[in-house]
C-alpha cells in the first residue's frame, strides 16, 4: 500500500528555491532586440498574437473546452478575435476566452511597474479569469459532486488530491492561504528575487501559486497569468503554454515540486523561444498559422483553369491509370500459380520522365503525380537477368478539345501503340461498366502477350 503524505509541505525562499539554471538570457534579450528594432509596430502586433493564443490555451490546459493549434492560431490571427470564436465555438468558449484577454491587460500594469503584486491583485486577477465560471468540480470521495466558485476568494475548504500512484497531494490549508500568498509577495519584492532573470522569476511565482493552490479552483489560470508579468517586464512577451504541451508541463512541475526546480525553469525558458519564433514568424511573414487563410490563398493563386489545364481531367487521367494498374495486378495476381516459384509478374506506377507517349495535337500529360504505368515479367534467379517491361503513359485532352477523350499509350516497347481510351462519359460520374469491361480485357490481352515474349 502507497504511503500518503501527511501535510501540506509549504514552499522554499526564492534564495533558496532557485539553483540558477544554465539559461542563456543573454542570447535571448539580443534576439528581441533585433525583433523589435526590425519594426516595433510588427513587433507589438506579433506580441498580441501570442497573448490571444495563450488566453485561448490557458483555457484549454484547464480543460474548459478544446482546441488544437490551428484553431488557436487561427484566433490569434483576428481582430475581433471574441467575435470569431463565438461563431465557432459558442458563447461558453468566447465568454472564457474574453475572461482571459480581460486577465491579459490586467496584469500589464503589474508587468511595468505601474502597480505592486499584492493579495488584492492575485484575488482580483483570479475574479477576472473566472468570471464566467459559476461552479467547479469536487470528488467528495464517493462521487463528483458540483460546487458554487467564489471568484477572488480565497478556497474555505480543503482541495487535497490522489495522485495516480494512490498517493494524497496536499496543498496549503485554507487557514494558511493568506499568509502564504502574503509570504509570496513579500518574495517577489527581495534583492534576490528582483535581480533575477525573468525566466527564473515566472518559474517560481508559477510554481508557488500552484504548490499553495489559493482558489478552490482556476489556480492553474492564475498561476501562468503571474508568470506572465515577469515575462512581459524582462522580455516583453507574454506566457504561451500550448494545450498540447500540457503533460509535459505537468511532469516540469511535479519535478518542481521534488525539489528539482531547474526542470520547470528550463520549461518555461523552452516556452520563451518559441514565443520569439512565433514573433519572428509573423513579423518576417515566413508561417501563416491560420491554416484557412493559407488554403485560401493556395486556391486563389494556382487552384485556376490555365490554358490547356484543369485539375478535373488530370483526376480522370490518374482514375484510369489506377483502375489500369489494379487490372494488371488482379490478373497478374491470378496467373502467379501457374507461373511457379520462379517467375514474377509486377505491376505499378512509374515515374520515369523517360518514355513519354509522343505530343499529340489537343492532348497533353497529366500533370503532377505520375500516371504512367509498368508492368514487368522476369526471372527470380539471381542468375538468370531475363525480363520484359512494358510502359503506358496517360494523354488527356487540353480544355480547349472537342475531343473528350483519354488514352492509355503503349510507349515499351517501340512503336508507340494506343491501348485503351475512355470517354469523359464513361467516368466523370464514377466508372461505367462499360469503361471497366474494356479495362479488364486490355489487361488480359496485355499479360497473355507479356507472357508468349517472354517465352520466346
Known sequence: MPIAEESYGSYENFDIWSSEPAIDEVRLLDNLKSLRNH???KFNAAVTYIAKAAAVDTGAIEKLYDTDRGFTYAVAAQVNAIDFVQNRKGDSFASHFADHLNAYEYILDHATGAKPLTQ????ELHAILCAHQDTYRIWTGKNWEERRLKKGAYKDQPNTVTKSDGNKHFYCPPEQVASEIQRLTDQTATPEFLKA?????????HHVLTVVHPFSDGNGRVSRALASIYLLSDYGIPLLIHADQRDFYFDALESADTGNTDEFCYFIYDRAWEALELIDENINKKIDHDSDTVIEKVKNKYATESEGYDAKTDALGRMLSRTGINALQNEAERLAAKLGDY????????SSQTDKAKPRIGFREVYGQTAKIYITIKTKNPSDTSKIQYIFDVLVPASNTADRRIFLIQ???PPEKEAIY????????GMKKSLEYRIKSWAEKTIRELVYNFAQ
Do not use: D, L, M
Not at 517467375?343 to 512509374?350: H, L, R, V, Y
Open 197 to 205: 532573470p525573468g525566466i527564473i522569476k515566472a518559474a517560481y511565482i
Open 422 to 429: 475512355a470517354r469523359f462519359s464513361e467516368c466523370e460520374n
Open 411 to 413: 510507349t515499351v516497347p
Open 343 to 350: 517467375i514474377e509478374i509486377s505491376a505499378g506506377q512509374i
Open 39 to 41: 519594426s516595433i509596430t
Open 120 to 123: 488584492t491583485a492575485i484575488r
